[in-house]
Each structure stands twice: as structure tokens, then as C-alpha cells.
């Protein structure tokens, strides 16, 4: 049967060459899977489905159009199948556009390697076909895959200026409020708060540029020292105590470590403003640490609403904010929980999330104790 995207509307009989070609494509995807999951380290863990997306249909329409009187010059003649392959790479997984070309070029051995060893001759004209089918996908793809990732960073663009007009606010009013007063205690008052608001913005616009590299392929650059994560939480602890109230507990002990201070620092700030973000108003928050064979164990826990299996799939990646989020009138841009899975996937650990009605809702990091042997 064939995939192709025209669904086989033409009355034209194939060639010979189209059939046997058709008769070969498990073959051939069984050889590309193989290669491309060893060769392209994005593709590596890939569930099936998602990594064959829609190749299939567009490697039969290279074999309809094999056929010389077939109505299809190239495979991608008159249909969106290879750039909507870009398009699904850009929103479906961690590719760069380096990945999208090497896996049509190992698409382009595998056809060609099994087409030799099952002794499929082919014309000039029958190559030149399947190498311009090719060429033209993989500009097609890279140029979806480019739009799709241009539209992210507009939507990155919209969500910062939202979030960044609050700080940027507070920050103008008091400087303005400096220029008109004499009175020097007042001054220092409110040039400390307006230095509170810029180090906000700034933080933020650090938490965007290092998710978008880590997404991009890049690790986040650590500066890694050793400390006492008991001090970064019991700092988070008196920030948080003075900003939202008596309603943060603290189980910890001492654990000293090689990490990035700010970094992680950052990440647990984060975790802690979702769990009031999303948690039951008023209700206690737990920040938990524990250290076991030679990894550091941090959660932090909220009661309230659970977080849906199909959301927490989601929730780490990019715009993934929780339904919640989406219904409600909850302010947020999405990058605190995908800047907490950068953080903790470049100190060579994870974070995760155990959340039920029951239960409340936790997040988890969970990171070697010394991250030094683990850097590249």
C-alpha cells in the first residue's frame, strides 16, 4: 500500500522501479533508524512514531516519482510533507537545523545502500530524481524548521515585554521619584527598591537566553564552586518569607557541593514561586534536601490542584505552561520550569514532578553531589 500524500490518485502505473521501491521501504527505514538514532544525538531517544513522522509518505512520493509519466516531478511537487517534517522537528523536539539535513542525508544513503544490495538498477535519470527529491526536502524542512523556531522567539518576545513592563515600571517610578527629592534617606529607600526591580529584569533575561541555548543544543556555562546549598535555601527561605508571608518550612541539613551558586539558586526561586503560583492559597510550602550516594536530592512541595500526566509531559518544555495557567488569570511566560530542567541537566542530573490530589504536588531535583567529573 502506498503513503504517499496523493493517496495514489493517479490512474498512471508505476514503473518497475517504483514498486520494488515501495515493496523496500520498511527496509530502508529499519537501516535509517538504526544509523540516524547512532549518528544524530537529538534523535537518540526518540520515541518511533516521532521520529519518522511524516518521512514515509514523502519517501513514497519519491518513488512515485521515479515513474517518468507519473505526474510528480520531485517528491516534494505539490505537497507540504518535507517542510511540515521541519515543522514538527522545530516543535516537537530539540533538533537544530544541522540535525534536520543529516537526517535526510543518512535517508539519502539508506535508499541508495539498499537499493544496491538488493540489486534495484537504476537509471540516470531515476538518480537524478531521487537526489533532487532530496535536495529540495531538505530546504523545505530547514526553512519550515527556521519560521516555526522565528515564531518562538516572537512568542519569547510578546511574554518578555509583558513580564519585563512590571519591574520597568516600579524601576522609572522611583527613579523619578529620586530626581524630585532632597530628602537622602528617602532616596537610598528608593533607590534600593528600584535596584531590586533591574536586578529582576535582569535575572529573567538571563533565565531566557540560557533556556534558549540549552534548547539549542548549547550547555549552560557554569561557574562552579563549593558550597553549602543549606545557605542558597534558608536565603530563598527569608526572600520568600518577606515577599509572601510565614508559609515556608524548611527540612534540610548541611550539604556541601560543587555546583553553579547562582544557577541553582535561581532554580530552587523558581520552583518555589510556582508552587505559589499554583498551590492552594495559604497553604504551607515545603523545601526538602537530602543528600544519597553522592547526589543531592532538593524538592520543593505545595499543596493544591495536580499537575495531569499529559501536563507533565509537557510543563518542562518550553511554553509548556500547565492548563492551569492557560484557563486562569495566572501571569507567567514559561520559562521558570524549563529554566530548572536547564539547570538541572547541565549540573548532569534531572528534575521531576510527582503530583496527585492526595499527594500535592513536588518538584525534584536531583543532581551529583560533585558535578566536576561530569563537565565537558
Known amino acids: 500500500m502506498s503513503l504517499a500524500t496523493d493517496q495514489r490518485s493517479s490512474s498512471v502505473p508505476l514503473s518497475s522501479t517504483s514498486m520494488r521501491m515501495l515493496e523496500l521501504r520498511e527496509v530502508i527505514f529499519a537501516l535509517w533508524e538504526q544509523r540516524v538514532r547512532t549518528d544524530v544525538s537529538q534523535a537518540a531517544l526518540l520515541q518511533h512514531p516521532l521520529l519518522v513522522d511524516t518521512l514515509p509518505a514523502f519517501y513514497d512520493n519519491?518513488?512515485?516519482?521515479?515513474?517518468?509519466?507519473?505526474?510528480?516531478?520531485?517528491?516534494?511537487?505539490?505537497t507540504t510533507a518535507a517542510a511540515q517534517h521541519g515543522g514538527e522537528r522545530a516543535r516537537l523536539t530539540n533538533y537544530d537545523h544541522r540535525a534536520v539535513i543529516e537526517e535526510y542525508q543518512l535517508l539519502r544513503w539508506a535508499i541508495f545502500e539498499v537499493l544496491h544490495?538488493?540489486?534495484?538498477?537504476?537509471?540516470?535519470?531515476?538518480?537524478?530524481?531521487?537526489?533532487?527529491?532530496?535536495?529540495?526536502?531538505?530546504?523545505?524542512?530547514?526553512?519550515?524548521?527556521?519560521?516555526?523556531?522565528?515564531?518562538?522567539?516572537?512568542?519569547?518576545?510578546?511574554?518578555?515585554?509583558?513580564?519585563?513592563?512590571g519591574p520597568l515600571s516600579a524601576a522609572y517610578t522611583a527613579l523619578q521619584i529620586i530626581l524630585l527629592s532632597d530628602d537622602l534617606a528617602k532616596i537610598r529607600l528608593v533607590a534600593g527598591k528600584a535596584m531590586t526591580n533591574i536586578d529582576r529584569v535582569s535575572g529573567m533575561v538571563d533565565e531566557m537566553l540560557d533556556t534558549m541555548a540549552f534548547h539549542g543544543g548549547q550547555k549552560l556555562q557554569l561557574q562552579v564552586s563549593n558550597f553549602d546549598i543549606d545557605e542558597v535555601i534558608k536565603e530563598v527561605q527569608t526572600d520568600a518569607i518577606m515577599t509572601h508571608g510565614l508559609r515556608f518550612q524548611v527540612i534540610a541539613c548541611s550539604v556541601k557541593g560543587w555546583w553553579d551558586r547562582s544557577a541553582l539558586k535561581r532554580a530552587v526561586e523558581n520552583l518555589v514561586s510556582n508552587a505559589v503560583k499554583y498551590g492552594k492559597p495559604d497553604s504551607p510550602i515545603k523545601i526538602k534536601i537530602a543528600e544519597t550516594h553522592e547526589r543531592l536530592v532538593l524538592s520543593v512541595h505545595n499543596e493544591g490542584n495536580p499537575v495531569s500526566r499529559e501536563e507533565q509531559d509537557s510543563i518542562f518544555q518550553m511554553y509548556g505552561r500547565a492548563q492551569a495557567a492557560k484557563d486562569g488569570a495566572k501571569e507567567g511566560w514559561g520559562i521558570g520550569l524549563p529554566y530548572v530542567r536547564t539547570v538541572a541537566e547541565s549540573h548532569a542530573g534531572s528534575v521531576s514532578v510527582d503530583s496527585s490530589t492526595e499527594r500535592g504536588t513536588t518538584f525534584l531535583i536531583d543532581i551529583p553531589v560533585d558535578i566536576r567529573p561530569y563537565l565537558a
Do not use: K, M
Request: hydrophobic share 45%; charged share 25%; proline share 2%.
Open 62 to 78: 519519491i518513488a512515485e516519482s521515479v515513474t517518468a509519466a507519473y505526474p510528480r516531478a520531485t517528491a516534494v511537487d505539490g
Open 117 to 165: 544490495v538488493e540489486q534495484v538498477l537504476l537509471t540516470r535519470e531515476e538518480i537524478h530524481t531521487i537526489n533532487a527529491s532530496l535536495d529540495g526536502a531538505i530546504q523545505e524542512a530547514v526553512e519550515t524548521f527556521t519560521l516555526v523556531h522565528s515564531g518562538l522567539r516572537e512568542r519569547v518576545a510578546a511574554a518578555l515585554t509583558h513580564d519585563l513592563r
